[in-house]
């Protein structure tokens, strides 16, 4: 990933984690299990209300599928 798309998709996160959701058919609680956070912390992402580097980290790794 280039320094460029690195920051679109930072920019474009909550678009980002809702689409991705939403193409793999779960609900907010089945991402956040998935995940390994809250409900509140992806409802937040998705939101636009949560903009923590640890948070957009682990919301990056699931939506690329990096393990």
Known sequence: MSEVELIDSLVNLPSLLRRTRKARGLSIRAAARDMGIS??????????RDYMVSTALVVLRWVYEVR
Do not use: I, L
């Open 39 to 48: 409900f509140a912390t992806v409802s937040r992402v998705e939101d636009g």
